[in-house]
């Protein structure tokens, strides 16, 4: 599996991006032979499972960004397994992105993702959250188009989010999603078990719980999807 991004590759035991701008910056995978993800700061993170690691992005922001990989894509991260992901943020922070798209047209009997932050998180512990809780910071993403596109006779079924396009859960490997407002478009095209979400295109997990005074494996909350005057979160699916 093969990725391209700021940083790409598997065996991640710890890093952290801090403060990175990407502004204008173009990231394709999809016309490299055996590359499946790509993401505007790291295409893939933890490919085995047994690769544990932490993987924090804080204050990273970004301008005018198209991504495109053949199975994930995301605007920051294409792919995440297995390892810790924190993406937190000390102010306001956003994230504009023009297309990010994934597109496969050879049948693989895979699932994939497409979202303007994250394409796949493969039960990773993943927090996005405001590094002082207590200010409301938000992270503001706005995509033209967050799209995932199966064209071809395929069994693949996509995922596409605002935010995350598919999102995997255990017991042990929890997600929590804080104070993110997001504006833009969401849709899938092709893929008759396909999905698009404004938020999250598709959620897994093992036993989940999604009430108050349970151990929940799936926390979000503070999330604005458009107000009366924004530019609407739009979300499409075409078969």
């Known amino acids: 599996m093969l990725a391209s991004g700021l940083y790409s590759g598997s065996g991640v035991t710890a890093l952290t991006i801090e403060n990175v701008t990407l502004s204008g910056a173009t990231v394709n995978s999809a016309a490299t032979t055996g590359s499946t993800c790509a993401g505007g700061l790291i295409g893939i993170v933890g490919r085995t499972s047994n690769t544990i690691g932490t993987v924090t992005v804080k204050d990273c922001t970004s301008s005018n960004l ?3 990989g053949r199975r994930n894509a995301g605007g920051f991260l294409g792919y995440v397994k297995a390892t810790n992901v924190n993406v937190n943020y000390s102010a306001d922070r956003s994230l504009t992105c023009g297309t990010i798209t994934s597109q496969e047209s050879s049948p693989a009997n895979a699932l994939y993702g497409c979202g303007g932050l994250i394409g796949y998180n493969d039960q990773s512990i993943l927090s996005i959250v405001p590094v002082d809780q207590s200010q409301k910071a ?9 799209t995932c ?5 395929t069994s693949d079924i996509a995922f596409c989010g605002g935010l995350v396009g598919l999102l995997t859960v255990t017991q042990s ?3 929590t999603i804080q104070n993110v407002s997001m504006e833009g478009t969401t ?4 893929g008759s078990l396909s999905n ?3 938020l999250i295109g598709g959620i897994s ?8 005074g349970y151990s929940v ?22 078969r």
């Open 173 to 175: 490997k929890k997600a």
């Open 217 to 238: 494996q799936a926390e979000i909350s503070g999330i604005r999807i458009a107000q009366e005057g924004d530019s609407l979160m739009t979300v499409n699916q075409s």
């Open 66 to 68: 198209t991504v495109t």
């Open 149 to 153: 596109k199966i064209t071809g006779t």
């Open 196 to 198: 698009a979400g404004g």
């Open 138 to 146: 938000q992270l503001k993403i706005h995509t033209l188009s967050t």
């Open 205 to 212: 997990g093992q036993f989940p719980q999604w009430s108050n």
């Open 187 to 190: 849709k899938v095209e092709g």
